[in-house]
């Protein structure tokens, strides 16, 4: 990778320095420990809703939503024999022993969390999931004797409509990424999660949040080949900045502009920050009095630009407690940002240019979804690089349940079973751990 020479300090969304002095490659989704493990966990770990499961096929509910077959039902004990199942699931996920499968049942055994082993992914990181699924269908086969008759039905409610349909996602095993087909393109896998399930893994707190969300991202960006050479510096620090609070600088532009603050006065606050730290310089006094700015660090000034951005949404999104004005908010930034600089807003223009079409799929004639449901593989949110989506996913983590797709309603099962893994909890800390490892 291409060598970095800055060094930053990272906080957490409280403003506690968590590491200081760090080297920017120690936070490189090559490198980080706390990174790599957050990215291996989204390809193998699975939530699982037992007692929905076991509903589903009481009530013949077994081929998907809306889709129910009469004269199928058949009732099965899964509830109560789930540390049977759940053993039998581990102990056909496991490779060998001492590997990295866990299966951990939650709610007195009305959740299950599931990590299919590292070593069962040997090329499609889809084989987290089926592999998943293919155990928990034997396991309940087993464990409550089910016949061979009655063994389709089983089948059916685990996979949902697979293989008729490639997208599993009305199985009984729910992960962060989602099945390849959905993909945009080569690399889009980590883009491909939306955003409310994000904010329920992380229980809507913003920057956690948004740290999570950023860390998937531009570890995608690793993967999509958009970080290779002279560009390797730029995302790692808008990862830094924006998305793991470097210097405090992040924490400190919500808190001065948290009072009585808004966009604007956020964007006073950046500009102000980066001229103090050399990142902006005058360039041209225009005769109406006019400056015109310059930076001999353009890619650090992006970052700045980032930090600002995620600040502002923080400040205005929570002012009202609701996620729907972040398309707005994203686009005024950059225009108060160009305006008074000079300069070019986030991304070189990509966040503001997104902005605008993910507000018309959000607001406009289509309107089809809100905030919550979007993520980095969607069609109108796809071209900016790592910057944008994790404000969405604060501004969802501020929104106080005004819409109709809300974390509580599309993704709850994420954040009861994959917001207990630490990792997915505290994605800042995991970051910071990893960057002292490194260090050491």
């Not at 007692?51 to 509910?61: F, I, P, S």
């Not at 087993?142 to 697979?162: K, L």
Request: hydrophobic share 40%.
């Amino acid at each position: 990778m291409a060598k970095a020479e800055d060094k930053i300090d990272l906080f957490d969304d409280k403003g506690k320095k968590l590491a200081d002095n760090v080297p920017l490659s120690a936070i490189s989704p090559l490198k980080n420990p706390g990174i790599k493990k957050i990215v291996n966990l989204a390809m193998r770990v699975g939530a699982v809703d037992l007692a929905k499961l076991e509903k589903n096929l009481a009530t013949g509910q077994i081929a998907g939503r809306g889709m129910v077959i009469r004269g199928v039902e058949r009732n099965f004990p899964i509830v109560d024999k789930a540390s049977e199942i759940a053993k039998e699931v581990e102990d056909m996920l496991r490779v060998e022993k001492g590997d990295d499968t866990s299966v951990q049942l939650m709610a007195g055994g009305k959740r299950m969390l599931t990590q299919t082993p590292t070593s069962r992914i040997l090329c499609d990181y889809s084989a987290g999931l089926t592999s998943a699924l293919g155990a928990l269908t034997h396991a309940i086969i087993d464990v409550c004797n089910v016949s061979m008759w009655d063994a389709p039905y089983v089948h059916a409610a685990v996979w949902g409509m697979y293989p008729q349909d490639p997208d599993a996602s009305e199985g009984a095993v729910k992960m962060l990424v989602d099945v390849p087909i959905k993909n945009e393109g080569p690399g889009f896998a980590l883009r491909n999660i939306p955003v409310n399930h994000l904010a329920a893994t992380v229980r809507k707190r913003a920057l956690q949040g948004a740290a999570l969300t950023m860390i998937l991202e531009e570890a995608a960006q690793y993967e999509m080949g958009n970080a290779m050479g002279p560009f390797e510096r730029g995302h790692l620090l808008d990862l830094a900045y924006e998305g793991l609070n470097a210097n405090n600088m992040l924490h400190d532009l919500i808190k001065d502009n948290g009072k009585d603050g808004t966009i604007g006065s956020v964007v006073w606050s950046v500009v102000d920050k980066a001229k103090a730290d050399g990142v902006l310089q005058e360039k041209k006094k225009m005769p109406s009095g006019y400056r015109v700015y310059k930076s001999n660090d353009p890619q650090m000034w992006n970052a700045y630009a980032s930090a600002g951005l995620l600040a502002a949404v923080c400040v205005n999104c929570a002012a009202i407690r609701a996620g729907q004005p972040v398309p707005g908010n994203i686009m005024y930034y950059n225009v108060l940002l160009e305006k008074e600089t000079g300069m070019p807003g986030v991304d070189g223009g990509m966040a503001q240019a997104a902005s605008v079409s993910s507000s018309f799929f959000s607001h406009s004639i289509y309107g089809g979804g809100g905030p919550g449901v979007f993520y980095g593989n969607h069609i109108v949110t796809r071209h900016a690089k790592g910057q944008f989506v994790p404000c969405f996913c604060a501004a969802m983590c501020v929104d106080a349940d005004t819409m109709y797709f809300i974390p509580a309603r599309t993704s709850a099962l994420y954040g009861e079973v994959l917001g207990s893994i630490p990792e997915f909890a505290e994605p800042m800390k995991a970051v910071a751990d990893g960057a002292k490892k490194i260090m050491k």
